[in-house]
């Protein structure tokens, strides 16, 4: 397969894409997981190369100079995340599909620019509240980056539409 399909998952944050993505990676072996990089800290029990490419804030710039991104973001401020061209390659040298857990603008990105080869799924959640209760439960974010995520949450919804 020298150019399999993406399938993009995005939601905002708690809505239930990455439970739904790792569903199909156990079901599907001809699925695999696109790992994006991030300037984030590490949560809990990630892991770097499994979770995400967890790089500097210097190196993430270094990768946007020399164009080794096929889309990227500051999702939060400060905080960049972006799908490198290395990691599509990589799952289409293994003659496999590339599926993604990724923010909204992020999907849409990918979408536009595979088109005919991206199939585009919006998570939309149960409501805002079941959102909010999902994100406080993690217990992994501050009450200032809660609200962060609740403001970004209510922006993205209004993006389902564009979706497949």
Known sequence: ???????????????????????????????SFSISATTR???????HENDYYF???????HKIAHQEFVEFEEVYSGTFYGTLRSEIERIWNDDKHVIFDIDVEGGLRLKRKYEDDALAIFVQPPSLEVLKERLTGRGT???EKLQERFIKAEKELEYADKFD
């Open 55 to 61: 790089i500097s804030k210097e190196d993430f710039l």
């Open 41 to 47: 800290e590490l949560r809990g029990s990630e892991t």
């Open 141 to 143: 974010d501050s009450a």
């Open 1 to 31: 397969m020298k150019q399999g399909k993406l399938i993009i998952f995005s939601a905002p944050s708690g809505a239930g894409k990455t439970t739904i993505v790792r569903h199909l990676l156990q079901k599907f072996p001809q699925l």
